[in-house]
């Protein structure tokens, strides 16, 4: 199976940064997807930015421009640059990732447990 730590979340001024990472861990596994997503105060969670294994990258409308996500396979870890960053954008984020693992048929799916983001005005 696949264990997933997100880490890098915290306090920021609006205009601010941070970087987001999310650590993979496991045996045998190979990641395909991985996306980050959020969930803000009485809001669904969404997803904000998602990167697959051909580094193929999506953003949702808010996060184009300010957000990049990336992936380093070699340390099985994505991240998550946040820069100019709004009081909306507070929420905790989360990141997903859909793996091949051995002794499983077809994509598994993973979550860890969330980093928390805010955003002051």
């Known amino acids: 199976q696949v264990q997933l730590v997100e880490s890098g979340g915290g306090l920021v001024q609006a205009g601010g940064s941070l970087r987001l990472s999310c650590a993979a861990s496991?045996?045998?596994?190979?990641?395909?997807?991985i996306g980050w997503y959020r969930q803000g105060p009485g809001k669904q969670r969404e997803l904000v930015a998602s990167?697959?294994?051909?580094?193929?990258?999506n953003y949702e409308d808010s996060a184009k421009g300010r957000f990049t996500i990336s992936r380093d396979n070699a340390k099985n870890t994505a991240y998550l640059q946040m820069n100019s960053l709004k009081p909306e954008d507070t929420a905790v984020y989360s990141c997903?990732?859909?793996?091949?693992?051995?002794?499983?048929?077809?994509?598994?799916?993973?979550w860890g447990q969330g980093t928390q983001v805010t955003v002051s005005s």
């Open positions: 997903n990732a859909r793996a091949y693992v051995s002794g499983f048929i077809g994509r598994q799916s993973y």
């Open positions: 496991g045996s045998s596994f190979t990641i395909d997807f």
């Open positions: 990167i697959s294994s051909d580094g193929s990258t």
